[in-house]
């Protein structure tokens, strides 16, 4: 993985339905060395986490940098890095490095991942970029890496979904 895809995971956790494991393993779907190992253990730890990766989202949005600094030092400090070198996983020879050792419950390096990925992103975007989708049923959080910044919605299916809606709308009048 890189910053980028830990980036991602801080912005799937922040928006996933935490109720149950499932909510987690789909969060998690692109990284099936966690989600497959999730347990309810695990969920209890990333609801937390999840909480305050939405403190640092809802910051980022309204621009305000001194919640944004205190929330990620926050999540940086209960979720430090510890970095592990792997040579890979069964018979393969497929060098990386894990943010946490990679023995401990997937909820430890879920939770470095996220917390770092998510200070990775506020350097590397500012704060001028983020967002919370403009769905009224959404409110999911975005980060916009359009070249116009003008994004307004967290995917696809909402933009389509209210545009639909909007059409249908001005038809019936």
């Not at 400090?77 to 890979?88: E, F, I, N, T, Y």
Request: aromatic share 8%.
């Amino acid at each position: 993985m890189d910053n980028a895809a830990y980036l991602d995971v801080a912005l799937r956790l922040a928006n996933a339905d935490l109720r149950d494991v499932e909510g987690l393993r789909e969060a998690l779907y692109e990284e099936p060395w966690w989600a497959e190992r999730v347990r309810e253990s695990d969920l209890r730890a990333l609801r937390p986490v999840a909480d305050g990766l939405r403190r640092v989202f809802t910051a980022a949005v309204a621009a305000n940098r001194v919640d944004v600094q205190a929330e990620t030092n926050a999540l940086l400090s209960a979720h430090p890095l510890r970095p592990q070198l792997s040579s890979g996983h069964g018979e393969t020879e497929n060098w990386h490095v894990h943010v946490a050792d990679p023995g401990q419950p997937p909820a430890t390096e879920v939770a470095a991942a996220a917390s770092w990925g998510v200070a990775h992103g506020i350097v590397h975007y500012g704060l001028e970029r983020w967002g919370r989708c403009a769905a009224a049923d959404c409110g999911r959080f975005y980060l916009d890496t359009s070249t116009n910044r003008a994004k307004r919605f967290c995917s696809q299916r909402c933009a389509n979904r209210v545009h639909v809606a909007a059409f249908r709308s001005r038809n019936r009048d």
